[in-house]
């Protein structure tokens, strides 16, 4: 009865298991209260793009540019779907990205009729400031971030207004 019980995440045990995730619900759902335009529409629409969005890498690995530049391809989830990302910035390592939540600077540009989408700025998000993100929580929320024994109380920014929730 005095056993302590260790807590096994779900999705960091998935991925460690199959190398990839196979259920994304819990995070799409996330992202779908951090994303404020759908970025499969600005893409399919080849719109310009100079702002942040928030995903979730699914798998990370090295490439190489026809010219030899090195850059790491993330596969990446958000509500609105699959896509694969590229980043041209030696400080992250592609191991340190996986099974992250990140906030994304995006730009893209069309050369020569090939439309370039590509992260200008990246941000790795742990629950604690994923959460911090967030304007608007329901308790499944609360709840799926029960995993963090460091986090007591969590505020939530809205405008002009900021609500603190303590979680003890």
Same mark, same amino acid.
């Given at each position: 009865?005095? /056993? %302590? ?8 045990? !998935?991925?460690?298991? @199959?190398?990839?995730? @196979? ?7 996330? *992202?779908?209260? *951090?994303?404020?335009?759908?970025? /499969?529409?600005?893409? $399919?629409?080849?719109? !310009?793009?100079?702002? +942040?969005? @928030? ?5 990370? =690995? @090295? ?20 896509? +694969? ?5 030696? %400080? ?20 020569? $009729? ?8 990246? !941000?790795?998000?742990?629950? $604690?400031? *994923?959460?911090? =993100? ?9 709840? +799926?971030?029960? /995993?963090?024994?460091? *986090? ?7 405008? $002009? ?8």
């Amino acid at each position: 009865m005095n /056993k %302590k019980i260790i807590k096994i995440d779900q999705i960091d045990a !998935e991925f460690e298991s @199959y190398g990839f995730l @196979y259920s994304q619900k819990k995070q799409t759902s996330l *992202l779908s209260k *951090l994303n404020l335009n759908s970025f /499969k529409e600005k893409i $399919d629409n080849k719109s !310009e793009i100079f702002e +942040d969005f @928030y995903f979730y890498v699914i798998k990370s =690995q @090295y490439k190489t540019t026809k010219n030899g530049k090195r850059y790491i391809l993330l596969n990446v989830i958000n509500e609105s779907g699959y896509f +694969d990302l590229r980043l041209f910035d030696d %400080k992250f390592d592609m191991k340190s990205l996986q099974a992250n939540f990140i906030k994304t600077k995006i730009k893209s540009s069309i050369k020569n $009729d090939f439309y370039n989408v590509n992260i200008e700025k990246i !941000e790795i998000l742990k629950d $604690d400031g *994923l959460i911090n =993100q967030i304007s608007y929580l329901s308790f499944q929320d609360l709840f +799926d971030f029960d /995993k963090n024994d460091s *986090l007591n109380e969590v505020k939530i920014n809205k405008i $002009d207004k900021i609500l603190t929730i303590s979680l003890n």
